[in-house]
């Protein structure tokens, strides 16, 4: 309590809403990479969290949509989501801070151990089960990602996988990145409906979760190899799937199937999904 045995405000300490972290807190160690959005660095966070905070380069994102729309974010809370801690906001450029994955991304990581991840179907089907659990938390709260990929997935200890940056396509500036015909815009995970009407929905999610699957199942490959991009939009329209991979069982390459289904009403659901990949999973035991 105060001197004078006044209560104590509730909000007495929390000067900034709760979303906001105080740079003071914050100590930036190494880099870790960098996007067309800027560099991400390894940090502490009041001495002793780990954490990655991506330094947005000015001009990448429309900032204060995105600042209003991390106070969703925070509250989206799952083992299979990278946790958003929060934003520094009161200086430029603006970081996010989020929980520390200390092996990277999903893609790199399959291209690094491709020898001993290559024979282990189980802990490949493991790593896609994971994926599908923090999706269908997202889809539980009508969260859609926009940007589902092994390259957006992050990699934790005992081969820990996470979803990271869901939703954080809507705030990009580049139009490049954002509209279909831009040529950062990820073609080779998009359905036809995103590809003709940029309709987002979590069963576009789900098409790129299929892509995924085939990217963990063959270890990082790029999917279509080097087709351009135009090509690949003429295969999606007319039905021609990605093969099947190597490793995969024919189980697992019907549910990647499913998950390419053209009409998004025919694509499973995340929470179906799940189910199904772990039976499979119990199958293959
Ligand atoms: C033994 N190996 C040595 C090499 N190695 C690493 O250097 C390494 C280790 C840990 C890493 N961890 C993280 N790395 C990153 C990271 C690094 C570089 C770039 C990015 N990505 C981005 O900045 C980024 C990604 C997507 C998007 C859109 C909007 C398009 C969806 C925007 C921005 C993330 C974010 N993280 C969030 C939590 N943990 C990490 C990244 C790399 C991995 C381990």
Redesign the pocket.
């Known amino acids: 309590a105060s001197p004078c045995n006044r209560p104590v405000p509730a909000t007495a300490g929390l000067s900034h809403d709760k979303w906001e972290i105080d740079p003071m807190e914050l100590m930036l160690l190494e880099e870790?990479?960098?996007?067309?959005?800027?560099v991400?660095r390894?940090g502490k966070w009041r001495g002793s969290i780990d954490v990655?905070v991506?330094m947005m380069k000015e001009g990448t994102?429309s900032e204060d949509d995105f600042i209003d729309e991390a106070k969703v974010m925070t509250k989206l809370q799952h083992q299979n989501l990278?946790q958003l801690y929060g934003v520094c906001s009161k200086h430029r450029p603006i970081y996010i801070v989020?929980?520390?994955?200390?092996?990277?991304?999903l893609l790199?990581?399959l291209r690094?151990h491709e020898q001993t991840l290559g024979g282990n179907v189980g802990l490949l089907l493991d790593m896609c089960i994971q994926v599908c659990k923090g999706m269908a938390y997202l889809e539980r709260h009508n969260y859609i990602h926009?940007?589902l990929a092994a390259?957006?997935c992050?990699v934790g200890s005992e081969n820990v996988v996470k979803v990271?940056?869901f939703g954080?396509?809507r705030?990009?500036l580049d139009d490049q990145?954002t509209s279909s015909g831009g040529t950062k815009f990820p073609i080779k995970w998009a359905p036809p409906e995103v590809l003709n009407y940029t309709r987002f929905s979590s069963k576009s999610d789900i098409w790129a979760y299929g892509v995924l699957m085939w990217e963990v199942f063959t270890c990082g490959k790029m999917p279509y190899g080097r087709l351009k991009n135009t090509e690949v939009v003429d295969r999606v329209q007319r039905g021609i799937l990605l093969e099947k991979p190597k490793a995969c069982f024919k189980e697992v390459y019907d549910v990647m199937r499913k998950c390419w289904s053209h009409s998004p009403e025919d694509r499973p659901s995340f929470r179906v999904l799940k189910e199904q990949l772990v039976n499979v999973s119990k199958g293959l035991l």
């Open positions: 870790l990479g960098s996007g067309q959005f800027g991400v390894r990655a991506k994102m990278v989020t929980e520390y994955m200390k092996h990277g991304s790199n990581y690094r926009r940007d390259r957006n992050l990271a940056d954080l396509a705030y990009v990145y």
